[in-house]
C-alpha cells in the first residue's frame, strides 16, 4: 500500500487494464471509493490496517476485518460484493476480539465507543442511524439492507451469536434510543428489521421476538399506572413507545394479540395491556383506593383551593393517559380493515364483560372500589373518553355522517363471528335491550337488514354503550354513596362533639375513606377533557333521534321538525336501546350539577335538546317507558335558567341563551302540552312504581311549571288547555288536563299530610329526647338521633315537595278557576284546603313546632299563604263557596278567623287578607244553607244517598255493569283516577253511565216538599 493513497491497489487494478477491456473510469473509481468510506462510516469496519493518513471522509478509529482481507488477498476496500460478508464476520466477533482489532489513525486516536460496540442489535441499530444520516441515497439505501438484513438474522437465530441476549438488547434499543434524538431512525431500524424477519418467517415468530418487549412494557405500565397517577416516569415513557407498534399492520397485530384475551372476565381485561393503561385515574380501582389517597388528604378539612389543585392534577393525568390511547386508536384504526377489527373486537368484548355494572351498582364498598368482577370506574371512564373523541368528526349537529347510522344495528344477531368483521358489527348483547318501542319477533325478523354497517355506526354504538355502563353505571353508584356518606357524617359530626364516644375512631375512618371515595369519583365524572366531548356526542345523538322520530323507513336528509308530528317509522325506533336516552340525560344532569359551566360550550346548539324533549317526552308511541321519559322532564329543569339574578360574565350570556329556548324555539309552544303528558303517563304506566319514586319524577316538572307560568306564550297554552278540559270534562277519555289536575290534588293531598305527619312525630321525639336525656347512655342517645336522621330526611322531601304542589295549584287556579269550581272538581278541592287549613291554623298547630323548621324545610307559613291565595282565585265561584261550606268534616265558622289571625301574624299582604276576611264572611252564610241540606240528608231514604259518600244525590246515574246508582260527579272523581266500577271492579268510563232521570225527578220532588214543610 502506498503512503499516499489507502486505496492504491483499486487504482493500480484500474490502471492495468485497458480502456476497452473493463472500461474502468476515473468516476468509477470516485464511486468505489466513495462507497468504500461510506461502508466504513456506517460500519466502522475496514479492511485497510493503515489509518495513518486518514482521509476527511473515514473514520479516525475502525475495525480491522483480518481475516476476510486475507480472504480477499489483502484487498483494502470494501465493495457491494464484499460487505455482507464483512458485517457478518464484525456481528460474530466478541469484546475482546473487537477491541484487539482497532486499528487507529494515530497513536493518540482516542476510540470511538461505537467501534467496539460488543451487543450485534445494538450496533446494528447505530449502523442505521449512521446509515439514515449519509447523503448519497443510493448508498444509505444499500447500507440500510445490509443492516435489516443481518438484523433479522439476529432475530432469527440468536444462538448463531454467542454470549449474547438479544431479547435483552431489543429493550436497551427500546428504553434507552427511543428518547433519543434519532429516536425516528431507530425506530425505522426496528420496523424495518421486524419486516424482514416475516418475509422468511411467519407471524409468530415475530411474536415471539416482540412480546417480551411488550411484557415489559406491561410490567412498567402496571407499577407506574395501575390504580393511581401517572406520576412514574418508565411508566410515562411506556406509554410513548407503545405507539411504535402502530406504525404498520403486521406490529399492530402483534400488540393487539398482546393485549387481547380469551377471558370474558371483565378483570381479565382490565389486567391486559390496554386495560392497565385505560385504568389509570383518581378513581379507585381494585387494587388500591386510586389516587384518592394522594389527592384527598384529610378531605374535611381542604380548602377549595386544596380541592381545585387535586382536581387539576387529576385532569392532568387523566389527559395524558386518553389522549395516549385516543392517538393509539386512532393510529391501529388507519392501518387496516383487519387491525381495525381486532381493536374494535377488543372493544366491543371489554365492553359486554362488565354488563352487570349498572345492576351491581348498589354493591359498591365504602371506599368506592368495584365489585371484583367488573372493571373500574376510572377504565370505563377513559374509555368512554378514548371513544367519545373517536366519534368527533360526526358529532356536529346534522351531520351527513350521521346519515350512515342504521339502527337495525342493535337488532342484529350473527351465527358465525366472521359475520361480525365482515358487516362491521362489534356490539355485543345489544339484541338483549330494552329498545324506546317494543317490536314483535315477526316485526324483527322482517327488519332490512345491512349488508354492513360501517364505521361510524360501529364506533357510535359501541360508545353509545359504554356510555352507559361507564358514565352511568358510575353515576349511580355515585348517587349510592352519597346516601350512605350522608348518613355517617351524621355520625360523624356527633363524634366530633364526643370523641370518647363508642366508635368514634372506626367512625372517623370510615367517614374519611368515604369522603376521598367520593371527592375521587366525583372528580373523575366531572374531568372536562371527558364531559364536554360527551355533551357535543350527546347533541349529535338528539338530533339523529329527533329525526329519527318523525322521519319515514330512513333519514335522508335533516329537515325542520314541524308540529304536530307526523306518523313515525315504530321499527326504526324499535331498534334504538333505551340507554341512549338515558346517556343524553345522565350527561346533563351531571353537568348541570356539578360543571354547569360546560353548557356554555353546547348550549348554542340547545335547541337539539329541546327538540329531543319535545318529540318524545310526551310521545308513548315514541318513546314507551315513562320514566325515561320523566328523565327528559329531567333534562327540561336543568337546561331552565337560574332565577336568582346573580348570573355575571359568560354566566350571564348562558342564562340569557337559556331563556331564548323558553321562548324563542320553534316548536316551544307545545311544551305545556308535552310536559302534562309525561306527568300524567307516571301515574298510567300499569306498573307498581312508589309514590315516592313518582314524587321524584314530578318534583323536576313542578319547577318547570312555575318558570313557563311566567312566560305569557306558555301560560295562555296551559289555560287553552284548561279550556278544552272544561269544556271535555265528561268525554270517555278524561282531557289531559283535568288528568293532571287530578294528579296534582293527590299529590298534594298526600305530600302535605304525610309531611304533617312527620313533623308532629318530630316534635314528639325532641320532647321525649330532652326529657330522658338524662337517663339515656350514649349508645340509646345515638340510635335516636339516628333515628330521628332518618325521620327528618324524609321531612325533608315532604315538606319541600308540599310546598310545590301547593304553589303550583296557587298558580293554576288563578287564571283556570272554572274547571276547579266544576262539580267533578270542586268539592274535593275545598275539603283538601279546609283540612290543611284547620290543621295549620288551628289549635292544634303547636303540635308541629319543632325547634328548627329550617332544619326540616317546614314553611307553614308560605304554605298557608298559598292556601289563602287559592281561596281567593276560587272566591267568585258559588259552588266553590257552597263546597266550602258544606265540608263537615273541616269547616266550621272558626276557620276563617283563625287563618287571619295567622296572616297577619306572618305579614301577609292587608289587601289580600281584607279579602280572606269578606270570603270567611260569604262562606258562612253559605254554610247555615248548609245546615238546613244536612238536615234534609238525615231524614233522606237511603236510595235518594250516594253509596260512596253518604251524600244527598243531585243527578243519579246507574253504573251498567254493577246497575248500582251513584251520583254523576263521585263517579266521576273515581274514574279520574281509576277506570273501572267501583262496586266489581268491570272497565268504566264516564259516557257509558246511565242517567236515572226518574230518580231524579224524585229527589227534587222530596226536596221541595221537605223544604216547604219547614216553611209551614
Not at 454 to 478: P, R
Not at 625 to 633: E, I, T, V
Amino acid at each position: 500500500m502506498t503512503d499516499s493513497n489507502p486505496f492504491a491497489a483499486l487504482q493500480n487494478a484500474t490502471n492495468s487494464h485497458s480502456k476497452d477491456e473493463n472500461h474502468v473510469t476515473e468516476k468509477m473509481v470516485r464511486e468505489k471509493l466513495e462507497l468504500s468510506y461510506c461502508y466504513e462510516r456506517v460500519f466502522l469496519v475496514s479492511l485497510d490496517k493503515d489509518l495513518s493518513d486518514v482521509d476527511v471522509h473515514r473514520p479516525n478509529s475502525l475495525v480491522f476485518l483480518e481475516d476476510l482481507h486475507n480472504t480477499l488477498d489483502q484487498q483494502e476496500w470494501l465493495d457491494i460484493e464484499n460487505i455482507s460478508q464483512a458485517m457478518f464476520e464484525r456481528t460474530l466477533m466478541s469484546s475482546k476480539q473487537l477491541r484487539k482489532s482497532v486499528v487507529k489513525a494515530t497513536a493518540d486516536s482516542a476510540v470511538d465507543h461505537n467501534v467496539i460496540e460488543d451487543q450485534t442489535l445494538v450496533y446494528l441499530c447505530n449502523c442505521y442511524i449512521r446509515a439514515s444520516k449519509e447523503r448519497n441515497q443510493v448508498n444509505a439505501q444499500n447500507c440500510k439492507d445490509v443492516i435489516t438484513e443481518n438484523a433479522s438474522t439476529c432475530l432469527r437465530q440468536p444462538d448463531l451469536y454467542e454470549g449474547q441476549n438479544i431479547e435483552e438488547q431489543m429493550c436497551t434499543i427500546f428504553f434507552t434510543e427511543f428518547f433519543s434524538a434519532d429516536s425516528e431512525h431507530m425506530l425505522n431500524f426496528l420496523e424495518k428489521s421486524f419486516n424482514k424477519v416475516l418475509e422468511s418467517e411467519d407471524f409468530l415468530t415475530l411474536c415471539s421476538l416482540l412480546h417480551p418487549i411488550l411484557s415489559k412494557l406491561h410490567r412498567a405500565c402496571t407499577r407506574g399506572l395501575l390504580g393511581k397517577l401517572c406520576d412514574d416516569s418508565d411508566a410515562s415513557n411506556a406509554l410513548k413507545i407503545i405507539h411504535f407498534f402502530a406504525r404498520n399492520q403486521n406490529l399492530a397485530e402483534v400488540l393487539l394479540g398482546y393485549t387481547n384475551t380469551t377471558s370474558s372476565s371483565a378483570r381479565a381485561f382490565e389486567k391486559s395491556l390496554f386495560g392497565t393503561i385505560l385504568s389509570s385515574s383518581c378513581a379507585p380501582g381494585h387494587y388500591r383506593e386510586g389516587a384518592a389517597n394522594d389527592l384527598f388528604i384529610n378531605p374535611d378539612k381542604m380548602t377549595q383551593a386544596d380541592v381545585d389543585r387535586a382536581e387539576a392534577m387529576a385532569y392532568s393525568n387523566s389527559s395524558m393517559i386518553t389522549s395516549c390511547m385516543h392517538n393509539l386508536f386512532n393510529k391501529i384504526f388507519r392501518l387496516s380493515p383487519r387491525t381495525k377489527h381486532l381493536l374494535l373486537n377488543w372493544i366491543g368484548r371489554l365492553i359486554a364483560a362488565n354488563s352487570g355494572r349498572v345492576q351491581l351498582a348498589s354493591t359498591m364498598a365504602m371506599d368506592g372500589a368495584p365489585p371484583r368482577d367488573e372493571c373500574s370506574d376510572g377504565l370505563m371512564l377513559n374509555l368512554c373518553n378514548v371513544l367519545v373523541r373517536m366519534c368527533e368528526p360526526f358529532c356536529k349537529p346534522k351531520s351527513s355522517l350521521l346519515l350512515k347510522l342504521r339502527p337495525q344495528y342493535c337488532r342484529q344477531q350473527f351465527k358465525e363471528a366472521n359475520d361480525q368483521e365482515q358487516r362491521h358489527h362489534h356490539c355485543l348483547g345489544l339484541p338483549d335491550e330494552t329498545f324506546l318501542i317494543s317490536l314483535e319477533e315477526n316485526e324483527v325478523e322482517e327488519l332490512e337488514m345491512p349488508t354492513e354497517y360501517g364505521f361510524v355506526c360501529d364506533v357510535f354504538f359501541l360508545t353509545q354503550q359504554a356510555l352507559y355502563l361507564g358514565v352511568h353505571g358510575t353515576k349511580e353508584k355515585f348517587l349510592n354513596l352519597n346516601r350512605e356518606l350522608n348518613r355517617i357524617q351524621s355520625l360523624y359530626q356527633q363524634v366530633q362533639n364526643n370523641p370518647a364516644a363508642p366508635n368514634a375512631e372506626a367512625i372517623k375512618f370510615a367517614f374519611e375513606r368515604a369522603m376521598k371515595a367520593y371527592m375521587a369519583i366525583r372528580t373523575a365524572m366531572i374531568d372536562p377533557e371527558l364531559l364536554k366531548p360527551i355533551l357535543r356526542f350527546h347533541i349529535a345523538s338528539a338530533t339523529y333521534l329527533s329525526y329519527l322520530a318523525t322521519g319515514g323507513d330512513n333519514v335522508s336528509q335533516f329537515s325542520p321538525l314541524t308540529f304536530p308530528l307526523t306518523a313515525c317509522n315504530t321499527r326504526l325506533l324499535g331498534c334504538m336501546p333505551e340507554f341512549v336516552i338515558n346517556n343524553i340525560t345522565d350527561a346533563m344532569v351531571i353537568t348541570r350539577r356539578f360543571k354547569s359551566v360546560y353548557l356554555q360550550d353546547v348550549l348554542e346548539f340547545g335547541g337539539h335538546f329541546m327538540d329531543l324533549i319535545l318529540v318524545f317526552m310526551g310521545s308513548k308511541s315514541r318513546l314507551k317507558n315513562p320514566h325515561l321519559r320523566a328523565k327528559l322532564a329531567e333534562v327540561l329543569y336543568e337546561m331552565m335558567p337560574n332565577d336568582d339574578n346573580s348570573s355575571t360574565g359568560r354566566d350571564i350570556v348562558q342564562e340569557m341563551v337559556k331563556r331564548d329556548l323558553f321562548t324563542s324555539h320553534p316548536n316551544i309552544d307545545n311544551l305545556a302540552e308535552v310536559l302534562f303528558t309525561v306527568f300524567v303517563s307516571i301515574e298510567t304506566t300499569g306498573e307498581s312504581v312508589q309514590f315516592e319514586q313518582k314524587l321524584n319524577y314530578r318534583q323536576p316538572m313542578y319547577k318547570v311549571i312555575d318558570y313557563i307560568w311566567k312566560i305569557d306564550l306558555h301560560q295562555k297554552a296551559i289555560v287553552r288547555l284548561a279550556d278544552v278540559a272544561f269544556k271535555d270534562i265528561e268525554n270517555t277519555d278524561a282531557p289531559l288536563f283535568l288528568k293532571f289536575v287530578n294528579l296534582l290534588v293527590n299529590d298534594a293531598i298526600f305530600l302535605l299530610g304525610e309531611a304533617l305527619d312527620l313533623m308532629k312525630q318530630l316534635k314528639e321525639k325532641e320532647q321525649e329526647n330532652q326529657e330522658s336525656a338524662a337517663t339515656m347512655s350514649q349508645r340509646e342517645m345515638q340510635q335516636r338521633e339516628a333515628n330521628m336522621s332518618h325521620m327528618a330526611q324524609f321531612a325533608r322531601f315532604h315538606n319541600s315537595a308540599a310546598v310545590d304542589t301547593i304553589h303550583t295549584l296557587s298558580l293554576l287556579t288563578s287564571e283556570c278557576s272554572k274547571l276547579f269550581c266544576h262539580s267533578v272538581m270542586v268539592d274535593r278541592i275545598a275539603s283538601m284546603l279546609n283540612y290543611f287549613l284547620r290543621e295549620l291554623t288551628g289549635p292544634q298547630m303547636g303540635a308541629f313546632k319543632v325547634k328548627e323548621f329550617a332544619k326540616y324545610e317546614f314553611k307553614p307559613a308560605v304554605v298557608v299563604a298559598e292556601i289563602s291565595d287559592i281561596y281567593l282565585n276560587l272566591a267568585h265561584s258559588e259552588s266553590f263557596c257552597e263546597a266550602v261550606s258544606g265540608d263537615g268534616r273541616s269547616y266550621s265558622p272558626k276557620l276563617f278567623p283563625q287563618t287571619v289571625t295567622v296572616l297577619n301574624k306572618i305579614h301577609h299582604p292587608f289587601d289580600k287578607i281584607q279579602q280572606f276576611t269578606e270570603l270567611g264572611h260569604t262562606i258562612e252564610n253559605a254554610a247555615a244553607k248548609h245546615l238546613e241540606d244536612d238536615d234534609l240528608v238525615a231524614s233522606a231514604p237511603e236510595e235518594f244517598l250516594d253509596p260512596l259518600l253518604g251524600t244527598l244525590m243531585k243527578d243519579p246515574v246507574i253504573l251498567p255493569s254493577s246497575k248500582n246508582v251513584v251520583d254523576k260527579s263521585t263517579i266521576a272523581r273515581h274514574l279520574l283516577s281509576d277506570q273501572i266500577d267501583p262496586f266489581n271492579r268491570n272497565p268504566l268510563a264516564l259516557d257509558q253511565v246511565i242517567p236515572d232521570s226518574q230518580l231524579k225527578s224524585r229527589i227534587n220532588e222530596w226536596i221541595a216538599e221537605q223544604r216547604k214543610a219547614k216553611l209551614s
